[in-house]
């Protein structure tokens, strides 16, 4: 009879088996081992631990495929070179893809051979997760959003509460399940937690630009623990929630806020999710108010944002790298803020990661770590002269707010939605 240790190992190796098809094994025979993906790396670049280069973060899925589909893996095996998978192989690679890893995608950027190293990475989270060793704060949050809504326990009552809070804020109500709407806009429990006046701005915003446009308390978060975990059960199941509203509502795009990591669960794994082609667009806040302001339906002041601090813009993964949204917050920046704005000297595409994604900052232990991440950051905004940072993703907001305090540093952190409200021309 096999031990509780046994079956968690042969979950993991079954799990790892499973999820080895031609691509995947393509991608790892591909790999020349030529060490660039280190180079991109926040967390090996700030630490220089070895175990941080992305490619090894996919070692145990290397090694399943190897020793169970090539001769020589077998052959390695059997000559004990090289062990198989076993619960402390699993104990320590959940530290390196979960505490050191925000599947920020820049080392699948710069790999000169193509591969989606960060895809791998998620691959090898899933197998983690499928041997019951995912970090205990990631699973806690899990069943909080699979059974109340939201993974910080948030529940309908409480997002009744938040929405209510922005009608008396408004002064008028909220758009609720508006069906023929335009636009479902979601938010997240991430953002209306900490930077709730973007209930207010986003309503705003709307307004201004004529927009119809609906929330719903069925479709109330949009962030997705399966995706972070790399359980496709319970993305599914999650991602479900705000699908099934935006069909019955007939929506023809759903717009999701400051949030990266709901942004592409929805725009990017939906499609695959549900073996379908959705009936509606998925785009980020980010990237509609940039069509707003180039359709002339919203105008913004020119120079409001410029009051002699410089003000740079750091590039969300999930919502600039990953999505391309690149050129939306720099055109609205030119507008608002054309004499104070300042590129980082690594931005767009080849912007360092903030550190705390992925589940990274909700990960307790991970605290010193992804603070040794943020100094890249931290050294990027000194070099250039910024005061303020501005950004489109409220995660990304709250580890530099982290990072600015850890790092004694001065100045503001801002959310572009803010700045945008704040410099809106209304109707008299």
């Known amino acids: ?74 052959i390695k095996v059997f000559l ?13 690679w959940s530290v390196l893809d979960f505490q050191a890893c925000t599947v920020c995608k820049r080392c699948s950027f710069i790999c000169p051979m193509g591969i989606d190293i960060a895809d791998l990475i998620g691959k090898v989270r899933a197998g ?124 023809k795009r759903v717009v999701v806020t400051e949030c990266g990591h709901g942004y592409t669960t929805l725009r990017q794994a939906a499609h695959n999710l549900f073996g379908e082609t959705l009936p509606f667009d998925v785009v980020h806040i980010t990237e509609l108010m940039g069509e707003f302001v180039r359709q002339g339906r919203i105008k913004l002041k020119p120079g409001y944002f410029d009051n002699g601090k410089k003000i740079t813009y750091h590039d969300a993964c999930k919502i600039q790298r990953i999505g391309g949204n690149f050129d939306a917050p720099r055109e ?41 991440a943020f100094s890249i950051k931290a050294a990027q905004v000194r070099e250039v002269g910024a005061e303020d940072v501005v950004m489109s993703c409220s995660n990304c907001r709250l580890q530099f707010q982290d990072g600015f305090e850890h790092f004694h540093m001065q100045g503001e952190i801002k959310g572009l939605v803010e700045m945008v409200a704040e410099a809106l021309i209304t109707e008299e």
């Not at 499973?18 to 280190?38: M, N, P, Q």
């Not at 004990?80 to 320590?92: F, N, P, S, W």
């Not at 201004?208 to 949009?222: H, N, P, V, Y």
């Not at 030119?334 to 900052?361: D, L, T, Y």
């Open 80 to 92: 004990g070179l090289e062990k198989r998978i076993d619960t402390q192989d699993i104990a320590h």
């Open 332 to 372: 609205i920046l030119q507008i608002i803020a054309p004499n104070s704005f300042v590129e980082m000297n690594f931005n767009r595409e080849q912007s360092f990661c903030c550190g705390g994604g992925g589940g990274v900052r909700a990960i307790p232990e991970a605290f010193e770590l992804r603070m040794e």
């Open 128 to 251: 983690i997760t499928a041997a019951h060793a995912t970090p205990p704060k990631l699973l806690k949050m899990t069943e909080n959003q699979i059974e109340k809504g939201s993974p910080d326990g948030s529940d309908e009552a409480k997002w009744a509460a938040w929405f209510k809070w922005g009608e008396e804020q408004l002064g008028k109500p909220l758009p609720m399940d508006v069906k023929g709407a335009d636009s479902l806009v979601v938010f997240t429990m991430l953002e209306l937690n900490n930077f709730r006046n973007n209930l207010v701005h986003i309503a705003r915003i709307m307004d201004a630009a004529k927009e119809k446009w609906t929330i719903s308390l069925r479709a109330r978060d949009a962030f997705n623990m399966g995706t972070v975990i790399g359980d496709s059960e319970v993305q599914k199941k999650l991602a479900e929630r705000i699908v099934t509203v935006a069909k019955e509502l007939g929506v």
């Open 1 to 74: 009879m096999m031990s509780a240790t046994q079956i968690m190992d042969e979950q993991a190796l079954n799990f790892f088996i499973k999820t080895v098809g031609g691509e995947v094994a393509a991608e790892l025979e591909t790999c020349a081992r030529c060490g660039l993906c280190a180079d991109a790396c926040h967390f090996y670049i700030a630490t220089g631990n070895p175990e941080y280069t992305p490619i090894w973060k996919v070692e145990l899925l290397r090694r399943a495929y190897e020793q169970n589909f090539t001769l020589a893996g077998k």
